[in-house]
């Protein structure tokens, strides 16, 4: 039994309660995964850290670095608390290449038996910035929404979540899907549409390292002229 758990909900950014949710699945012999694409970055940032408290306690876990860390596309990585059953799920070099090594080697972990350096970006991106650059970064984004959020709801959007990372879902009541192709079509900032509980929203993902606080502002005024 796998129990997967979000860490950064698509929508609303919220995580599961990962420490009960851990507790429970485990009492049960699951195995828990947590699916953390861009919420395990929050770890990194003392502000929002709380809200994977007790991500450790999982079995394996998913990242990507073509999300938060703004690397190129198809930087994903998984980390996994039991290596021996990861390369025994997998691994094929004994049969394949024998005597090549001892599982639970490198090649053992990936089901790729060739690929290129694709690790290098985001060794390059986490050495430039640091922890504390990666700390800043994560705050700067869920700053940056909470202001979104903000300017919006001032102009009269309905705001549907709570923004505790750096997503924002937005509704100013019907004609949403006309509006997200007015949007993307205008030009200032992109977004999508989406479906959350049975109702259609305009989803903003602030993930960008190099978005501003003006930028912000301008793509707030567009919705908000475009809405109307
Ligand atoms: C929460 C979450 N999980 C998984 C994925 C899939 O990620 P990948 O781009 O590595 O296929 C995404 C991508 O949008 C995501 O947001």
């Known amino acids: 039994m796998i129990v997967c758990l979000q860490a950064g909900n698509v929508n609303t950014g ?3 309660d990962l420490r009960a949710a851990c507790e429970a699945a485990h009492a049960h012999r699951a195995w828990v995964h947590v699916d953390g694409a861009f919420g395990l970055w929050a770890a990194a940032n003392p502000a929002t850290a709380p809200l994977l408290d007790g991500v450790e306690l999982a079995d394996s876990w998913a990242c990507d670095g073509h999300k938060w860390l703004n690397v190129p596309y198809d930087s994903g990585f998984v980390f996994c608390a039991r290596p021996d059953v990861h390369a025994e799920a997998i691994a094929y070099r004994a ?24 690790g290098f ?3 390059a991106a986490l050495r430039e910035l640091g922890r504390d650059g990666v700390a800043e970064l994560v ?11 903000a300017r919006l709801a001032d102009g009269g959007a309905e705001i549907a979540n709570d923004v505790v990372l750096n997503q924002v879902l937005v509704s100013f009541g019907d004609g949403t899907d006309e509006l997200v192709r007015k949007v993307q ?16 929203y305009l989803r903003i993902s602030v993930s960008n390292w190099s978005t501003t606080e003006a930028d912000v502002d301008r793509s707030a005024a567009a919705i908000l002229r475009l809405a109307q």
């Open 14 to 16: 919220a995580c599961d």
């Open 95 to 118: 049969a394949y290449l024998a005597g090549a090594g001892e599982l639970a080697g490198l090649g053992d972990l990936t089901l790729e038996s060739s690929r290129r350096a694709r």
């Open 121 to 123: 970006a985001v060794w």
């Open 139 to 149: 705050d700067r984004c869920c700053r940056l929404a909470r202001r979104f959020a």
């Open 185 to 200: 079509e205008d030009g200032t900032c992109w977004l999508g549409g989406t479906t959350w509980r049975g109702r259609r």
